[in-house]
């Protein structure tokens, strides 16, 4: 019977947790705990990180895992390259389940950079009204850009006063609308939007506002991974799930 890994944060993560239960699989989901409720899994799930490389390498053994699917986010690379390397050392088989980047649209203004750095300097502008959508962790890299009133959308309230003089926090979570992107934006009466080349659906929204209103998208590239085999739906893990042959006599 297969054990799976399944290092979660996406609302992917959360459909493959789904089909898995309803297929009668056994596993572990877990989140890295940066938001403080991850979503309710059907399947047994953990909390916190793993101690680097060697750490999941000793999980991996200790729970006799047989499949490890890696379905965080797009931009947690350093997750990624652990899994990477953990199961390669382990013999255990990996996939990714990850989404498709977004790619500009007739009417998209975007302005790409490669990482959140070049964003940062990007902003050296004059002051405007930013839409900041990269996530609670790069938050403290745009201090160096106070000049500007930024709009933040959170999955949790934030623990710590934030580094922006001029800020607005929305606490949601995700999949968005593209009215509710385009009346939010009209109602801060914002003129640029930043934001990570997450893929997939959930996030896009905004992206597609900004289309609508015909605003700038400053769009920070994903950053580089290794080399691993990659599904871009369920259907995919599941059919490798049942194929991937394993060293574990399992």
């Known amino acids: 019977m297969p054990n799976l890994l399944i290092l979660a944060g996406t609302t992917e993560a959360t459909a493959l947790a789904a089909a898995c239960a309803e297929q009668g699989l056994h596993g572990t ?14 399947l047994p799930q953990r909390v916190g990180g ?3 490389v060697e750490g999941l390498r000793n999980y991996l053994r200790a729970h006799r895992i047989t499949h490890l699917i890696d379905a965080t986010h797009p931009f947690a690379a350093q997750m990624s390259t652990h899994a990477v390397a953990a199961a390669r ?9 990850t989404r498709a980047p977004w790619s500009p ?7 790409r950079v490669p990482d959140i750095e070049a964003a940062v300097r990007a902003l050296a502008t004059p002051p405007r ?5 990269v996530g609670r962790m790069h938050l403290d890299a745009f201090a160096a850009n106070t000049q500007h009133t930024y709009l933040l959308r959170l999955v949790d309230p934030p623990r710590a006063p934030l580094p922006f003089p001029d800020c607005h926090v929305e606490v949601s979570r995700g999949p968005f609308t593209e009215n509710d992107d385009t009346a939010l934006m009209q109602a801060h009466r914002i003129d640029l939007v930043v934001s990570k080349n997450a893929g997939g659906t959930g996030a896009y929204a905004k992206i597609a506002a900004a289309r609508a209103l015909g605003l ?27 194929h991937a042959p394993t060293d574990l006599g399992v």
Request: charged share 25%.
């Open 50 to 52: 793993f101690g680097g």
């Open 89 to 97: 050392a382990e013999g255990v088989p990996l996939i990714a389940l």
């Open 105 to 111: 649209q007739p009417g998209d203004d975007w302005h």
């Open 129 to 133: 009204r930013v839409m900041l959508a």
């Open 29 to 42: 989901v877990s989140f890295a705990g940066r938001v403080e409720r991850p979503v309710r899994q059907p």
């Open 216 to 242: 700038p998208v400053l769009m920070i590239d994903r950053p580089a991974l290794p080399a691993r085999h990659e599904a871009c739906d369920v259907a995919e893990v599941l059919d490798w799930i049942a």
